[in-house]
């Protein structure tokens, strides 16, 4: 299994700009999700999924869209870069929803540069 | 509100033993994780903790309180790789989900020979 892959590692973008984040798993799990994690903040939760068909939202959604339409794949849009933007993204994801100690597990993240 | 405390940055030597304290208030408890974090690198599950009570796994140790807001990471026989950040990780109601994570802002622990 290749667990969690995210594309692309790293990504330089000028304002105003759009692009896909890519994020697949391959462990069937039900529920995906897409952090940001920014110096001093930690991680925080942008959209979510509980199963493909469904989305909502997060702490930070603002400027992203989302959509799920197969179990493994989860794509995060940004619709018009900005700078504050700039962050590391982590796709993750987990088989039951708040089952026991069912962990998420972490894609290997994508570094996002907006100038 | 929904609130993750702990530790800016600790610093501890090779060979001894560390405690990491995470405090929370949630709305809605269903778990508390630790996870460790590499520079540059994802977060990787250490421990999880629901019911009160230490939770022991080798060099790793989590302990729960739930009527006090409170956990803490015990590591021991500290090794230079153990040199990362660590995350607290609560799971609620948040959102409308109960598979929901929120985060801490992480304790980064650097380890000296």
């Known amino acids: 299994n290749a667990g969690v892959t995210q594309t692309p590692k790293f990504q330089v973008l000028k304002t105003g700009q759009s692009m896909t984040l890519q994020c697949a798993q391959d462990?069937?799990?039900?529920?995906m999700s897409w952090y940001r994690q920014d110096p001093g903040m930690g991680l925080r939760l942008i959209h979510y999924s509980v199963g493909a068909g469904i989305t909502d939202q997060g702490e930070v959604p603002n400027g992203y869209n989302v959509s799920r339409s197969t179990t493994e794949d989860f794509p995060l849009r940004l619709l018009s870069a900005a700078p504050s933007q700039t962050s590391v993204y982590f796709c993750?994801?987990?088989?039951?929803?708040?089952?026991?100690?069912?962990?998420?597990?972490f894609g290997p993240g994508t570094r996002l540069l907006v100038l | 509100g929904q609130n993750i405390d702990q530790p800016t940055e600790m610093t501890a030597t090779e060979g001894a033993i560390v405690q990491i304290n995470c405090t929370y208030q949630t709305s809605g408890f269903n778990g508390l994780f630790w996870y460790q974090q590499h520079a540059g690198e994802a977060p990787t599950f250490l421990s999880y903790n629901v019911l009160d009570g230490l939770e022991e796994k080798g060099r790793f140790s989590s302990f729960l309180s739930r009527s006090k807001g409170y956990s803490y990471l015990l590591l021991k026989e500290l090794q230079m790789k153990d040199s990362a950040s660590y995350l607290c990780?609560?799971?609620?109601?948040?959102?409308?989900?109960?598979?929901?994570?929120?985060f801490g802002k992480g304790t980064k622990l650097s380890v000296k020979p």
């Open positions: 990780a609560v799971r609620g109601n948040y959102g409308g989900s109960q598979g929901n994570l929120i």
């Open positions: 462990m069937n799990h039900e529920y």
């Open positions: 993750a994801s987990s088989y039951d929803l708040a089952g026991g100690q069912e962990t998420q597990y």
